[in-house]
């Protein structure tokens, strides 16, 4: 594909005058007499790994190599001196990250990492360890990752989490930050003042639906210094993984257009798409239209200017219920791929697999070679050809194993392990990347550690013995205790089958309260996917792992993470005993599991309070931070907390948006979701006291009082993670 020629264009030259000298490390002169210019400059490698891993850093030399057959990488070396080849400056992080799993036995996750078990030398390696990508295309992030994993993220935050997925082998990665950019000045061109744009543009957190051709202007209006702010920041992530060699995929243009388009220029025809779950949908601009061309060339030459060149864009036309009313698709595909062409010649076009889209309409206008179809449903379903359904259009192995950022702890992983490999080498196969896409990042890690190494194993991964190897390394140490506690969630929460979901349940006590609730978020699971006692059985084991392994943040963010899925499960035992005792109008009966109930909520709430990663403190305290007056700050605000509880105004939210974020974090568990179902407790007993209906709660209302409320929440963790995950062990065991 274009993409790896051009990365290895721009690297070349970059690095054209560099000596071996600077290129290879420090303790690596220039072979006597050699001119020769590296493959690249290894320098950002380096810098990503002193930020990983401070301490160790100096013991690697990395050495580019130039790619001739696709990114491969190897690692050899004595102890304290680790010499690691690889293709790219994300690709030598990838071998570093097999060096640290493979041979030192720690782990640096996607949260949690062991690396303080490093010995002060490093050991060495026996033999020489070499792995290839089996696929070119090793992409990550879902459109709506920033909406939910942060939309007000520093660009530290930002870094950190590229140079994770680098280390992981990720190398194309989505940037929609910034993206309202190009739409803001290009627009201003063709009939639109900046402040009908700012009103037209949605706040940072709901902008990924935008983007989507879902919905506009939720959250905003927005400033034009928020607008420049988030196009540097954008503008920096996306020069970071240039500088990795990874590639940038931005946002492309397809044709979302603000009202009153066609009336404002001459020629133009655009179609209502409708309305997507009570948001009124932007119109659509018909790509085969004559201003469709213009309006175009103008986003991706502002877009160039701002974020620098790409050879990736992302695009999906119809996205979730868009209509194409008289527009003929096939046409309109071409004239979208053909805007994308003549801006960036030879540019690929990413879409997503999902739902019915692309269709084969769609597929028929496009060249399949510039093609890459990020596929959301690999391990969803049963009974998936792709090449028959696309046409044998190129496509990556996807995942969703997370919606909206619940915390629930799991996944398909023997799906992936059992299909990807299937798929890769079938006759006609036209699998060409994997595409890790849950929609918020940041939870899971084993989840992501696994999937993303499916590109780097030569054959099928055993997924038993990949566990308990990640047991080993997890907590920087074998141990029987973690290896245990692995097996059993391998068997529970990550036994998940395809068929019908690719999440795990998500959590009762996140729920809009009710006695016949099943799920919090109305697109989930509506029963346990798994047998509750593992996760039960996986703390207890987590809890006897030796004492010099409890230290590691890996550590004490699994115990919390376990123990809170345990907390959770328990919900759905308690809601159905609730329920058959008001039936019964047994009052005893109904008061002492909702005791139960609301005293698991409590320790749920401090549960959560004693690790960073379940804090609602930085989330809100990171939106007020870009604001430019009170004002400003407070709209931010209310963009943060209404994604992840009412979502939207009162007709959306009702409509099914509300909850879709749930999450367990401390500051949501003990101000939203306990008061909810408290209140709700309260009103039944009264009903059952007095022999009455229950009074009616306006829970939306509730909801949206808190969403735009203020006040400050912890930014720092409270409390002891293991002393409260034992809690909790003892509270699950009492009520057996």
Known sequence: MGSRLIRRCRTTLAVALLAVATAVGPGLPAPPGSAAAPAFD??????????????????FTLIPVEDTAGDHFSVSGGAGAIQVRGTSPATLLTGVGWYLERVAGVDIGWPGDSVGRLPATLPAVSGTITRSASVPHRYALNDTDEGYSGAYRDFEAYRRDIDLMALHGVNEVFVPTGAEYPYYRALQGFGYDAAELRAWIPGPAHQAWWLLQNMSGFGGPVSERLIEDRAALGSRVADHLRALGMTPVLPGFFGTVPPGFAARNPGAVTVPQGKWVGFARPDWLDPTGPVFGELAAAYYRVQRDRFGDSDMFKMDLLHEGGTPGPVDVTRAAQAVQGALDAAHPEATWVMLGWQKNPSAALLAGVDPNRVLIVDGLSDRYEGLDRETQWGGAPYAFGTIPNFGGHTSLGANTGVWTDRFHTWLTRPDSALNGIAYLPEATGGNPAAFDLFTELAWEPGPVDQRAWFAAYAARRYGGADPHAAAAWEELRLGPYSGASGTWSEPQDSLFTARPSLTAATAARWSPTAMRYDAATVERALSELLRVAPALRSSDAYRYDVVDVAR??????????????????????LEGFREPVREWNAHEELLGRLVASDRRFLLGPWLA????????P??????EYDARSI??????????????RDYANREWSGLVQDVYAPRWAAYFAGLDTALVRGTAPAAI?????????????GTYPAAPEGDPVALAREVAAALAARR
């Not at 290894?42 to 160790?56: K, V």
């Not at 990171?622 to 007056?629: E, H, L």
């Not at 004002?631 to 931010?636: I, S, T, Y």
């Open 42 to 59: 290894p320098g950002p490698a380096r810098a990503a790994l002193e930020r990983l891993l401070p301490a160790g850093a100096a013991q």
């Open 565 to 586: 899925q345990a907390l959770t499960n328990r919900a759905r035992v308690l809601l159905p005993r609730i329920r058959a005792a008001y039936d019964a109008k047994d």
């Open 622 to 629: 990171g939106a007020r931070s870009w604001g430019a007056d």
């Open 631 to 636: 004002a400003e700050r407070d709209r931010l």
């Open 644 to 657: 992840v509880t009412t979502w939207a105004d009162r007709g959306p939210s009702e409509s099914g948006l």
């Open 698 to 710: 306006d829970w939306f209302a509730r909801d949206d009082a808190w969403a735009r409320g203020a």
